[in-house]
């Protein structure tokens, strides 16, 4: 009998390295999505315009298989979150204390949250094998700001709406794992992300918005992030502060 199941057990492993010759970083397709902050500081004054945009060919990064692919038509669909944290262990949202301006061919859906954030959702732009979303930021109030920019599609993931995503999920490329699950990477591309000068608000908000669920990359059980499903430097997290 234990003979038959490491029988078995090396047939399905022949099998998948077959459909999946790829050496492994992570257990999927982790697609590389950049966002740019431009100007990238740490530091704004109020009247200061921030753009924030991602904008990417089709010839995609995979962390995951460390190969780079083709994808065409995938339905990314950019959220973000912008929360000012002050200093009496409170926030507030810095969408609704600051003006944000997303051009209507990004089929922009805004939404309010009082324990959140107020955020908005939206669609990238495919043409010219090029992907495209971009927003501007007009900075009108001082604080220190924590910004996550991500993708519905790990939303509907992490909150159990997986079927949701059938429209992603359905996108297929050369080279694509038949048994690999997408993951999308939301990631600063434009410089470091400071979050380093916010570990306070980070730690702020892990505890009284996200439950725990905050944790650096590559974490350990000394971070005070840790454990946590919500990888900041793969959800697009950026730490600002604005000055009068």
Same mark, same amino acid.
């Given at each position: 009998?234990?003979?038959?199941?490491?029988?078995?057990?090396?047939?399905?492993?022949?099998?998948?390295?077959?459909?999946?010759?790829?050496?492994?970083?992570?257990?999927?397709?982790?697609?590389?999505?950049?966002?740019?902050?431009?100007?990238?500081?740490?530091?704004?004054?109020?009247?200061?315009?921030?753009?924030?945009?991602?904008?990417?060919?089709?010839?995609?990064?995979?962390?995951?298989?460390?190969?780079?692919?083709?994808?065409?038509?995938?339905?990314?669909?950019?959220?973000?979150?912008?929360?000012?944290?002050?200093?009496?262990?409170?926030?507030?949202?810095?969408?609704?204390?600051? &003006? #944000?301006?997303?051009?209507?061919?990004? %089929?922009?859906? *805004?939404?309010? =949250?009082? !324990?959140?954030? /107020?955020?908005?959702?939206?669609?990238?732009?495919?043409?010219?094998?090029?992907?495209?979303?971009?927003? &501007? #930021?007009?900075?009108?109030?001082?604080? %220190?700001?924590? *910004?996550?920019? =991500?993708? !519905?599609?790990? /939303?509907?993931?992490?909150?159990?709406?997986?079927?949701?995503?059938?429209?992603?999920?359905?996108?297929?490329?050369?080279?694509?794992?038949?048994?690999?699950?997408?993951? *999308?990477?939301?990631?600063?591309?434009?410089? /470091?992300?400071?979050?380093?000068?916010?570990?306070?608000?980070?730690?702020?908000?892990?505890?009284?918005?996200?439950?725990?669920?905050?944790?650096?990359?590559?974490?350990?059980?000394?971070?005070?992030?840790?454990?946590?499903?919500?990888?900041?430097?793969?959800?697009?997290?950026?730490?600002?502060?604005?000055?009068?």
């Amino acid at each position: 009998m234990l003979f038959l199941i490491i029988s078995c057990y090396d047939n399905d492993a022949d099998e998948f390295k077959k459909n999946c010759p790829y050496e492994l970083a992570y257990s999927g397709h982790y697609l590389r999505i950049p966002i740019t902050v431009s100007p990238h500081k740490l530091q704004y004054k109020v009247g200061d315009t921030i753009q924030i945009s991602t904008i990417f060919s089709d010839s995609i990064y995979d962390l995951g298989t460390r190969q780079t692919f083709k994808i065409e038509g995938f339905p990314f669909k950019p959220t973000a979150l912008l929360f000012r944290v002050k200093n009496d262990n409170a926030h507030d949202s810095g969408f609704r204390v600051n &003006e #944000l301006k997303i051009d209507s061919i990004y %089929r922009p859906y *805004l939404w309010y =949250s009082n !324990i959140y954030a /107020d955020g908005f959702n939206g669609r990238t732009i495919y043409e010219n094998e090029q992907y495209k979303f971009e927003i &501007e #930021l007009i900075l009108k109030e001082p604080g %220190r700001y924590i *910004l996550l920019f =991500s993708d !519905i599609f790990q /939303d509907y993931n992490a909150s159990g709406n997986s079927d949701l995503n059938a429209e992603a999920n359905a996108i297929t490329f050369e080279g694509k794992c038949p048994t690999l699950p997408y993951y *999308l990477c939301s990631m600063i591309d434009s410089g /470091d992300d400071n979050l380093k000068h916010f570990q306070q608000e980070l730690i702020y908000l892990d505890e009284k918005v996200y439950r725990g669920k905050l944790a650096h990359i590559g974490s350990n059980a000394l971070d005070p992030l840790y454990p946590g499903s919500i990888g900041l430097e793969f959800s697009g997290f950026f730490g600002f502060e604005v000055i009068e």
